[in-house]
């Protein structure tokens, strides 16, 4: 089976979830199929249509992996073969050139809506066998419209949401091309999966209400109709539309905050569709298993805490040093010079970080001055606790440095004291780190480095 998908952004703002989950369903049906993923920008809304948001687009995707194999096509460079199409539509009959002015239909959609009938152009400048036109008017430059079947109705077999069909005499006669020839946007749209030869529309279900209108023009183009598949909304928590009030809605905000791509790519999968119960999978399995008869008839919903659970797990199996070449940009703070090896302390920290910058925050630890509470200290360096510092201190000089001899060395220590664990890590901690909450105290101690953690023993010990 060949199979062509395309991503059809309108550049009118950044890259959101919804946008991004529908890119990633299509690129996915397309690999999966050994296909083909096209990225098409829609940006003949002069009004809305800006560079920074294509630019967003194109990072959002960039960021993502969403690799294209053909385009970016943008429509606003098509223009020649829009007119080229409506030419041909007008010659063969299948669209006409409509004189009626914006107040004429205005007001003959006032007068249906009154008549309690659906608004709808009236086929005035309609042409039929033994039908006489009205006169052209002078300088009015006519719109032209498409000659929607009168009867009959329009059916497919939507790949999501099944069976779905529309009745004829409930679509207008649309304008495909406006009084100054720029052609509009279902027209667009349906040229463009023509001669780009999609054979899946894979897009939002915003777009169920258009799919009829462009297969009639697609029959009127004589063109091979694609398969369609609708993907519900994305939902927030509440059950409300996703935006702001849920948490960040633009792609881009992700990588700002902290987030992985295979995170964010993971997570979106399982918007609206499963595969058993996995929940962690990586790309190439997605690939494998992704089609579209898993996916769900419903509105997926949003869940900030589950995304960043499912971020957690990718930072946890994230290879140390990779996760330092991404975190140390984080550290903006931190003093480097004679301090232990990031990767190492990113090793220590990353197990509860649920974004980078929380693994960044967290490995802080070892790369900054310690600068305990005086009331703090008061309370854990008590002078029942100082001698055994002392001793610890001066054993640090030649005990073997690894984690499991610090930590011999260690119960030797509160042995002969006669002091508990907590009696000796915490201002241990407090010391070398400034703060009571830090990893396993051997562990930390191993990586600090004899020589650091000898010289804030002594300054505190002083
Ligand atoms: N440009 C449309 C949008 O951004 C998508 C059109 C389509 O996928 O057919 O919503």
């Known amino acids: ?121 009236d086929g005035a400048w309609r042409p039929a066998p033994g039908k006489t036109l009205p006169p052209v008017p002078a300088d009015r430059q006519p719109v032209v419209r498409f000659c929607n079947p009168l009867d009959g109705e329009v059916t497919w077999i939507d790949l999501v949401k099944g069976p779905i069909t529309i009745a004829n005499r409930e679509m207008d006669d649309l304008v495909i091309a406006r009084p100054d020839g720029t052609p509009t946007y279902n027209f667009c749209v349906a040229v463009d999966d023509s001669d780009m030869e999609i ?25 091979k109709l694609p398969e369609y598949g609708h993907l519900p909304m994305i939902l927030g928590t509440d059950g409300e539309k996703l935006s702001k ?3 960040a809605v633009s792609v881009m905000d992700y990588p700002a905050q902290g987030f992985l791509p295979e995170a964010m790519l993971n997570y979106l999968a399982r918007l609206g569709w499963s595969h058993g119960d996995e929940e962690i999978f990586s790309m190439a399995q997605f690939i494998e298993w992704f089609d579209l008869d898993h996916l769900s008839k419903s509105p997926a919903q949003f869940n900030p805490e589950k995304l960043a659970w499912v971020n957690n797990h990718y930072i ?48 802080m630890l070892f790369y900054r001055q310690p600068q305990p509470d005086a009331a703090l200290l008061t309370q854990h360096l008590t002078e029942a606790v100082k001698p055994a510092l002392a001793e610890f201190a001066t054993r640090c000089e030649t005990v073997e440095w690894s984690k499991a001899a610090i930590a011999a060395m260690i119960k030797e220590v509160l042995t002969s ?6 009696q000796l890590a915490m201002p241990l901690r407090l010391l070398l780190t400034g703060q009571l909450q830090t990893p396993a105290i ?21």
């Open 199 to 223: 054979t899946h529309v894979i897009r939002g279900d915003d777009h169920v209400n258009n799919t009829p209108r462009q297969i009639n023009i697609l029959h009127a183009l004589g063109a």
């Open 1 to 121: 089976m060949i199979v062509r998908t395309r991503f059809a952004p309108s550049p009118t703002g950044y890259l959101h979830l919804g946008g991004a989950r529908t890119a990633l369903f299509a690129w996915a049906y397309a690999r999966h199929f050994g296909g083909t993923f096209i990225l098409r920008i829609e940006d003949t809304d002069l009004e809305r249509s800006t560079p920074q948001a294509v630019q967003a687009i194109l990072d959002g995707m960039a960021w993502l992996g969403l690799q294209h194999d053909e385009g970016p096509f943008y429509q606003m460079q098509r223009m020649d073969r829009y007119r080229e199409v409506v030419a041909q539509l007008l010659a063969n009959g299948s669209a006409y050139h409509c004189y009626s002015s914006p107040a004429e239909v205005e007001a003959m959609r006032e007068r249906q809506r009154l008549a309690g009938d659906k608004p709808r152009y």
């Open 316 to 363: 946890k199996h994230t290879d140390d040093a990779q996760l330092a070449g991404l975190v140390r940009p984080l550290m903006v703070d931190a003093q480097f010079d004679g301090s232990p090896d990031l990767a190492r302390a990113i090793g220590l920290m990353k197990e509860r970080a649920n974004t980078l910058i929380e693994v960044a925050s967290a490995t």
């Open 245 to 247: 009030r849920h948490g």
């Open 442 to 462: 051997d562990a930390v101690i191993e990586l600090f480095g004899r020589s650091l953690v000898q010289k804030r023993l002594l300054n505190g010990l002083e």
């Open 417 to 422: 004291h006669g002091l508990k664990m907590p």
